[in-house]
């Protein structure tokens, strides 16, 4: 008899805790950052999955700005040496990205099952169409104003 599932209704949390978007029982990953190839739990296939450069863009936005506000601050403050940046703001913001990795390639993971995200398509027939009813359109536009 199969198990019935419940998805995700809060993607980021789930994401963020590493567990799978459709049962929340099983792994998302396989180690720090590589996703498993599916859940253990559940046997969803996690190869939907396409996060890209997302979760660095993100680790990078959120991390610029309080390093950034760091930096600015010891530096007016202390006055300090090249080297002191070197060895507390570049560590502390690689560090910060880092950690950051994994919560946010979960979420966005999670979201993409969540919202049925898939690779964009031109739906050809559509576009067709809707230029044929605003041709008409202003055909009957132009007929009627004559």
Sequence with gaps: MPEHFTPTTNPALTGIKGRCPRCQRGHL????LKLAPRCEACG????FADPADGPAFFAMSIVAVPALAFALWLQFTYEPRLWVHLVTTVPLTLLA???LLRPLKGWLVCAQYFHKAEEGSIDREWHKKAAEEAANKRANDQTSGE
């Design 44 to 47: 969803l296939d996690y190869s």
């Design 29 to 32: 990953f396989q180690g720090l």
């Design 97 to 99: 990205s880092l950690l």
